[in-house]
Structure formats: structure tokens, C-alpha cells
């Protein structure tokens, strides 16, 4: 299975998994882990596990083992808040030298893992539960292979650094690998109780438990770049304390959705708890990292989407993306990073591929549709919050962000933004389907760049008229006109351009000589997400996203079944993308089709079932749903991944037609719709303007009603038709 990562000769390469392949994955900072349901790391081709920091694996391979037998495992589970990796294990019926046996199930092996600031803390709980005193042999063994995480996913290099051999000490082994990139980088593991043998990746301790008698030790792995290092890692036990406190002011960011589904309320609690985890302070600001294993790192394109679907639920991480993202905007021409003024970020990498050039994502600004996106999130929030003097603050790069999409983005003034890559090792691809057959004719050709695609242009239409309605409230009424203008012209010009009415849709893009590829993606819903599709023609898109070719049961494809490439399989060509189908639905709402928003997140519901630990995954296969089964699974789909978590909330808001403006101090729920299952949603401590908003949506058989508990006193509620107002809601407004 090849995915597109940048020119012919840097592909992802990923074999074939097993799609059932349950890992154990917690995050915090730059560091993060990938275990297997034993706790332990295997030695597998194309499989992620092992502990990383900043780009590099620093442990590939941690084996546990009784007498030389593998452990048999009871329970393994990741605490709802991410933080702890639990795993229960006991030992297998062992036959010892001495002709003594200790019956299957005796012994009882606890471990409990956690990462705080370059560390995993890992504490065993041993306990005999047998007859008699048992004696045995517990081994470890150890590896590091300092490999950037690239080459996990299948990228080979000519060259790499160098080795020293491990040194071993009383109770501590450490591994070290002088980079390329010049840098050094160490592993040290350190044990807390001597074991009674040492070697280089290996330790062995000789247990001696009488009945009912428990041992305790712990084990520390720290990653260390650098010739210095601290080595004073802290106990087990004040590490935990001191990681726990950060996840409890993380809390404090957000509003409370409980709900009458106990499933969906586990699948809100995982979708907090995984966006928690993959918050991550950049340069002081905390930006939300793409996903783990592959995208551990600022992504452009997908902290905006992943905000925009927060952004009702909690501002602040709107806020935070807006921030970094001005920060790390493209001040010049850099061809290697296909930068240019103005473009927003696509993504950084802080690996050793990438600090020697190898690859080009040190700064990487090779997406075309990020810098629109990034006016869009600025007036979404300032409608949000009523932060003006936040977007004051920010309007320079606003600006910057339009001079580019006129200017660099429209290279040859057609009126459209296109995007060719620059770089040598650039993507090809530069939409958020950046897979090399993404974009193609309806014969199946690829489409030559510079490519126009479809929801691009939505993307900016909403960009230019964001950037009206912030540049009035700022102020700059002529240029707030002008936007408006060039919001105008572009909607018009995309309607005669882009809507084909022999395929009833929009075409998927343009290509170089300005033909139309003619193909059915579920692109064309982003276009009523960004509002730039005229209510008849909405209505059409809505209905042919919702048939048997694009709505698979569990969810809406990529790419419909009766188009050529179609492959429910391929990475955007067929599969299904929990954020794709949240800008859909999203995209329902804003004309009405509410129901169609509530069966898009039904499917997700059913479809989490199947899933490990609940999560939304990265995608999935677009297979046709089967009575009595459940979904085929992505095998190297990343999970926990930040826009896929983030999709349930723009699903419910969807569903509700929930539109919070406080610049106009009202609240709007328009022809909510809640599906089956859900017999109530109740929000409260929604943040409003330094208050806060509590209330009820209930839903009847064929309409839902909204009962307000506590509100802001110049603040309305508007509830739109298709919805009755519970008589007691004197808060509420019907039109």
C-alpha cells in the first residue's frame, strides 16, 4: 500500500496490517508511545511501536518475558483521559530446571506507564497468589534504533549516522547514535531496583515471592538529545502527580455536554481526552498536533479544521491555531519550501530527515487551501468570541494571507486559486486529498497542475467575505466593500465554471489547460460548507452525497462508487474520513438539511462500536455496511488523530443548527434534528462574553425543543422553524 508523501522518489510506504492490531498510544509534549496490548514493543516490519521524541524513535523494541516465556495477558486499557497504559498479565504453566512447577494464573504482573517531559515511568506490581513461594526468572530486553519516524514508514535512506556501543552500569543501560544532522541522541534506561544481571539490552531479575507476597519496582526510559542530558528523571510517584495536574487544567478550557446516550457520552469523553493529549506547547502556544503515529507534529491545514469544529465548544484552541499560525506565516520566496508571502503554514518536522534536508518539512508550506482557511477560522472566532481586539492584533497577517490568495495563489489571474508544487520533494497534491491519484479526469488520467480545485474556491469565496465582515468591524468599511465584491465575482464565476449539469454536481477541479475534471468527490460538499453553492444547486449536492454511490451506511465516501478510480481501500479515492463528512454535515446545516446532518452522525455512532477505545479513526474503508458487521478498518489509519476527534463536536453542532454570534449577542438553533438514539443533549457552561449559557435540546418524534436554564440577560435564543419551544422557555424567540 503506497500513500503519496511528496515527489516520486519519497513516497509513504506502508505494508499491509492487520487491521485488528490493537496498540496502547499515549502522548504528552513532543514525546509519545506506541505499545502493544502487553505493554511491550515487538520488532514488526511497518509497525510503529516504540517511544518517540521529536521525530525519532528512542526505543524500538522492549520485551518482557517469564523464565523466558511470554506473559499471558488479562486486561489492557487506556485511562479515558489518555494518560495511563494499564495492563494486567500472568504467567503461563512454567516448568523449571529444577523439576518445580508453577501452575498457570499464580502470578499476577501489573504494569502502569506514563510519559511526562521526555520520560516513560513505568511501575510493576508483582504479587504471588499460589500455594506456595514461587522463584522465577523476569528478563528484559531492550533496542534502540534512532530511526526517524519516516523511515518507520517505510522511506529508506542511503546513509545514516553512527553507533556507539551501549554502556551498562548497575542498574541502568543507555543507548546512544550521533545523527547526520549532528545532533546526539541517548536512550537511558534506568531501573530502580538493581537487577541481578546486566548486559547491553538486556536485564534479568531473579524473584523470590512468598504466598500473597507482593514486589514493586519501576522502570525509566528517558530520551535525551544533546551531548548533556539531565539524568535526575523524578520518582514514579511525583511524576504522576505532576502529570496528572496538567490534565486537570486542561479542563478548565471547555463547556460540559452530557447527553441521555451512555455511548455517546464515552465517545464525547475519548474525543476530549485525545484532543487534550494532542494539545502540545509550541513556542508558548498550544497548538493541536495532527495525530499519532505519523502526523506527531503542527500541521497547517489540519489545527485550522480541527479548530473550526471546536470552535463552539471551546474558542481557545481557535485562538491558540490562529496565534502560532501568524507567527510561522511565509514572510518571502523559499522554493524548497514551497513558501511564498503571506501562505500559511502547511507543516513542521523535527526529525533527522528533516534537520538535514533530506526532506523538506523543517517549515513546509505546500497547501493550497490553509491560507483561506486561516481567514476563515479569524472571523468564525471573532463571531464566536467578540475578540476584536484579539483579530486587531492579527489583521496584518488577514491581509497578508488575501495578498496571497490574489496574488501568489492565482498566478495567472483566471479569478482561481491553483497550486503547483515549487520544491523538488514537494507535494503534488496540494488540497487536503494530497495523495499523487487524487485529482484526475474521468478516464482516469491524472490531472496536470497547476490544479483548481472545487472546494478551494469555496474556501476563499468564505475567506473574502470573513474578511469583510471583520474588515467592517474593524473599521475599513471600502475595504470591507472590496471583499464583498470579490466574494461576489467569485461565486458567480464558480457557478458558470465549475457546475457541470450533465453530472448534476460540481467537477472535482481544473487542471493546467483549464479542463474540467469531471469526477464526483466528496469535495463538492466543502463547497456548501464554505456557502458559495446556491440553495438549488446545495439541494442537488445534498441528495447526491447522501445516495448509494458516495453514503456507504457508514458515512459518505471520498470519492463515489461509479466513478473510475473508485477503491474502498485507497487512502481519498473511496474511503471514508470522520472531518470530510463533519464539513459536510456542517455544510447541510447551513441550508437546511438537518436531517441529513443527524444520519451522517448515526453512522458514526455504529460505526465507534468497532473501534479501539471508541475513537473516530483517521479513515476507514468505504466498503457498502453489511447486516451484522461492522466496518472495515484502515490498517495504518492514525488514532487518535486531531480532526477526526474533533468531528463529533461539529456533527452535534450540526445537527443542533447551532450558530453562536456574539456580535449580535444571539444564539440560533436552526431546524435541529437529533437522531434516534439520542433522546436529549443538554450544554451548559457554554462561555459567552465572560457568561455562560445552559441549556436543553429534547427530541419528540418529529421535532426537537429547546429549553433554556440559564443565559446572559441581554442575550436571545432564536429558534428557527422545524423545532417547537418548550412553553416554559421564556429565553427563546421563534421565527
Excluded at 507476597?213 to 535526575?232: A, M, P, Q, W, Y
Excluded at 489540519?302 to 491555531?321: K, Y
Excluded at 520533494?425 to 490544479?451: C, M, Y
Aim: aromatic fraction near 12%; include cysteine; charge should be negative.
Amino acid at each position: 500500500m503506497v500513500e503519496s508523501l511528496a515527489s516520486e522518489d519519497y513516497v509513504m510506504v506502508s505494508e499491509p496490517g492487520v487491521a485488528d492490531e490493537r496498540h496502547r498510544i499515549i502522548k504528552q509534549a513532543d514525546t509519545f508511545a506506541v505499545f502493544d496490548i502487553h505493554g511491550d514493543i515487538c520488532r514488526r516490519n511497518s509497525d510503529p511501536q516504540g517511544i518517540y521524541c521529536k521525530g525519532t524513535r528512542f526505543l524500538s523494541y522492549y520485551l518482557v518475558t517469564i523464565e523466558s516465556q511470554p506473559l499471558l495477558l488479562l486486561s489492557s486499557d487506556v485511562t479515558r483521559n489518555n494518560h495511563l497504559v494499564t495492563v494486567d498479565l500472568t504467567n503461563p504453566h512454567l516448568f523449571l530446571e529444577d523439576g518445580r512447577q508453577i501452575p498457570r494464573g499464580t502470578l499476577h504482573i501489573f504494569r502502569s506507564k506514563f510519559l511526562w517531559n521526555g520520560r516513560c515511568y513505568e511501575n510493576y506490581r508483582l504479587k504471588n497468589y499460589g500455594l506456595y513461594p514461587a522463584e522465577f526468572h523476569m528478563d528484559f530486553a531492550f533496542d534502540a534504533d534512532f530511526v526517524d519516524v519516516f523511515e518507520v514508514r517505510g522511506i529508506k535512506r542511503n546513509k545514516r549516522g553512527s553507533f556507539k556501543p551501549p554502556a551498562v552500569s548497575e542498574n541502568i543501560i543507555e543507548f546512544f547514535y550521533s545523527g547526520l544532522d549532528g545532533i546526539f541522541r541517548r536512550t537511558r534506561i534506568e531501573f530502580s531496583r538493581k537487577p541481578d544481571y546486566m548486559a547491553a539490552g538486556s536485564a534479568s531479575y531473579l524473584v523470590s515471592l512468598d504466598v500473597n507476597e507482593e514486589l514493586r519496582f519501576t522502570i525509566t526510559v528517558s530520551c535525551h538529545s544533546g551531548e548533556s542530558g539531565d539524568n535526575n528523571s523524578l520518582s514514579y510517584e511525583q511524576a504522576y502527580r505532576d502529570s496528572s495536574g496538567s490534565l486537570k487544567t486542561a479542563g478548565e478550557m471547555e463547556c460540559n455536554i452530557s447527553t441521555s446516550n451512555e455511548h455517546f457520552n464515552i465517545l464525547l469523553e475519548r474525543a476530549i481526552s485525545d484532543l487534550r493529549m494532542l494539545l502540545t506547547c509550541e513556542n508558548g502556544i498550544l497548538y493541536p498536533y495532527a495525530g499519532i503515529p505519523w502526523f506527531n507534529a503542527p500541521f497547517g491545514r489540519d489545527g485550522l479544521i480541527t479548530a473550526l469544529e471546536m470552535l463552539w465548544f471551546n474558542p481557545r484552541i481557535g485562538h491558540s491555531v490562529l496565534s502560532y499560525l501568524a507567527k510561522e506565516q511565509s514572510e518571502s520566496i523559499n522554493i524548497d519550501q514551497d513558501a511564498e508571502p503571506g501562505k500559511i503554514l502547511h507543516e513542521v518536522r523535527m526529525g533527522e530527515m528533516t534537520n538535514t534536508g533530506e526532506l523538506p518539512f523543517s517549515r513546509y508550506y505546500g497547501s493550497a487551501d490553509a491560507t483561506p482557511l486561516f481567514v476563515i477560522l479569524a472571523g468564525y472566532y471573532f463571531k464566536r468570541t467578540g475578540d476584536l481586539d484579539f483579530i486587531g492584533s492579527v489583521w496584518p497577517h488577514i491581509e497578508r494571507a488575501i495578498h496571497w490568495i490574489d496574488r501568489y495563489g492565482d498566478a495567472d489571474q483566471d479569478g482561481f486559486v491553483e497550486y503547483k508544487k515549487k520544491s523538488e520533494h514537494g507535494l503534488e497534491n496540494q488540497g487536503w486529498k494530497d495523495s499523487r491519484d487524487a485529482v484526475f479526469h474521468e478516464d482516469g488520467t491524472i490531472a496536470e497542475a497547476p490544479v483548481a480545485m472545487c472546494e478551494i474556491q469555496g474556501y476563499v469565496y468564505a475567506a473574502k467575505k470573513e474578511a469583510a465582515f471583520l474588515a467592517e468591524h474593524l473599521g475599513y468599511r471600502q475595504k470591507s466593500f472590496f471583499f464583498r465584491e470579490e466574494a461576489e465575482k467569485l461565486r458567480e464565476k464558480f457557478e458558470l465554471t465549475f457546475w457541470d449539469d450533465k453530472m448534476n454536481s460540481y467537477i472535482l477541479a481544473l487542471d493546467s489547460k483549464k479542463r474540467p475534471c469531471r469526477v464526483k468527490g466528496s469535495n463538492m460538499g466543502h463547497c456548501l460548507f464554505a456557502g458559495i453553492s446556491s440553495s438549488e444547486r446545495a439541494y442537488k449536492i445534498a441528495e447526491l452525497l447522501m445516495n448509494e454511490h458516495f453514503f456507504s451506511g457508514w458515512g459518505i465516501r471520498t470519492l463515489a462508487a461509479d466513478q473510475i478510480r473508485y477503491n474502498p481501500m485507497s487512502y481519498h479515492n473511496g474511503s471514508i474520513w470522520p472531518h470530510d463528512n463533519a464539513l459536510i454535515a456542517e455544510g447541510f446545516s447551513r441550508y437546511g438539511f438537518n436531517r441529513y446532518a443527524s444520519a451522517i452522525l448515526d453512522a458514526f455512532f455504529h460505526m465507534s462500536q468497532f473501534t479501539e477505545l471508541n475513537r473516530f479513526p483517521e479513515l476507514y474503508c468505504g466498503f457498502r455496511k453489511r447486516a451484522h458487521q461492522g466496518p472495515t478498518l484502515y490498517p495504518v489509519a492514525c488514532s487518535p488523530q486531531a480532526w477526526s476527534a474533533a468531528s463529533i463536536f461539529l456533527l452535534l453542532k450540526a445537527c443542533l443548527g447551532l450558530d453562536i454570534d456574539l456580535t449580535k449577542k444571539k444564539i440560533t438553533l436552526k431546524n435541529p434534528h437529533l437522531p434516534e438514539w439520542l433522546e436529549n443533549v443538554r450544554i451548559r457552561k457554554l462561555e459567552v462574553n465572560g457568561s455562560t449559557v445552559d441549556f436543553l435540546a429534547r427530541r419528540h418524534r418529529n421535532d426537537v425543543s429547546i429549553e433554556v436554564f440559564d443565559r446572559p440577560e441581554d442575550f436571545r435564543f432564536i429558534i428557527e422553524k422545524g423545532v417547537s419551544v418548550n412553553e416554559n422557555c421564556t429565553d427563546c424567540t421563534p421565527v
